[in-house]
């Protein structure tokens, strides 16, 4: 089995938003930044359930990208949405079907060593493993990988922030790598 | 990138202040980060929630911990946690001009912690006596410049924001 770093999913952050908003251009947005990016994409999960007060909707994403032959990037979002009902706005003086819902986005990260399994069949491969990734590689993973995932996983949450059109967006560490 | 290790969080700073009146809520988060950029910390926006309210209003309530590692050994950590309400559109003029701005209510607190041992390499009872007596007596100038570090930074944040908000004025009243 391939390590994981950190070896649990670490959320990043949650964003939650009420109000009104373009869920379809969110959803497209979104998925655009992962092919962009060169991600593989997976939708885990896509629960609609119709309730009386306004649906409930969940979706999961697992995406990842393979950076060496050894590590895997791994980005999780999950959405879960309340109140989910169509609405009919009038924007730039066009009507447009919009939603309103209250809605929760979790970015989460992970590294995964070894995807291909390919030093795991005897001890002493796992062992090799292990040290190359303890010692060999420990600084490269805090420094480049790790930061780096970081810092991508952060701007897609900026990214979702900007185009919510929420306050609390700035692009100061959009430089980051 | 956040550290997955253990260690021991000691918490050394608290500050909070309560804002009413006319800002820029933008210019204020922009004032925040470009702050915690300049001083080397990285960024974890661990809550953001934003809710439009049906009279248009809004309530912002964002929760930071970005972390600065200083050593392998210690790690200056913050916890901001700000709560805006009532945020409102309103023009005002200046100087003959109109200009769009804010009015609503900032409540925010400012918290300093430093990590001792982020990566909790000294973990059982032995390894953490022998680790704090060392903190404490034989590299007891070092942890106390970090533990300074914590304090001046969560001061000097505090200063930046409360600034930028012209609260001084109405102390000085």
């Known amino acids: ?147 780096k995932l970081w810092y991508n996983t952060n701007k897609l949450q900026q990214a979702v922030k900007l185009y919510l059109g929420m306050e609390s967006y700035s692009d100061v560490y959009d430089d980051m790598w | 990138m956040v550290s997955w290790g253990g260690g021991e969080k000691q918490k050394f700073v608290n500050k909070a202040f309560t804002f009413e009146g006319l800002f820029s809520y933008k210019d204020f988060f922009r004032i925040l980060d470009v702050w915690l950029r300049d001083k080397f910390y990285d960024k974890f926006e661990k809550r953001n929630e934003e809710f439009v309210k049906p009279d248009g209003s809004k309530q912002i309530d964002i929760e930071l911990t970005p972390w600065k590692k200083t050593t392998d050994y210690y790690k200056l950590t913050m916890k901001i946690e700000i709560i805006v309400s009532n945020l409102r559109e309103v023009e005002i003029e200046q100087d003959g001009r109109k200009i769009r701005l804010q009015r609503g209510k900032i409540d925010a607190k400012i918290g300093g912690y430093l990590y001792v041992d982020y990566e909790g390499r000294w973990a059982t009872p032995v390894q953490y006596f022998i680790r704090d007596i060392f903190d404490r007596y034989v ?13 001046d930074d969560v001061t000097d944040l505090y200063n930046t924001l409360t600034s930028y908000l012209n609260m001084y004025q109405y102390k000085m009243a």
């Open chain 1, 1 to 147: 089995m391939s390590d994981f770093i950190p070896a649990k999913r670490e959320v990043i952050s949650r964003v939650r938003y009420k109000g009104v908003f373009d869920f379809e251009g969110l959803y497209k947005m979104m998925r655009e930044w992962f092919k962009d990016r060169e991600y593989e994409f997976w939708e885990k999960r896509f629960k609609h359930k119709v309730k009386a007060g306004g649906s409930e909707v969940e979706i999961n994403w697992d995406a990842w990208r393979d950076v060496t032959e050894f590590l895997r990037n791994w980005t999780y979002v999950y959405f879960h949405l309340w109140d989910y009902k169509e609405v009919e706005v009038v924007k730039d003086g066009q009507k447009k079907k919009m939603i309103y819902a209250r809605m929760l986005i979790e970015f989460a990260y992970q590294m995964e060593f070894d995807y291909e399994n390919k030093w795991q069949d005897t001890a002493f491969k796992r062992k090799l493993r292990d040290i190359y990734i303890k010692y060999a590689l420990k600084k490269d993973v805090e420094t480049i990988y790790g930061d």
């Open chain 2, 139 to 151: 590299n007891s100038r070092i942890t106390k410049k970090y533990y300074d570090m914590a304090i």
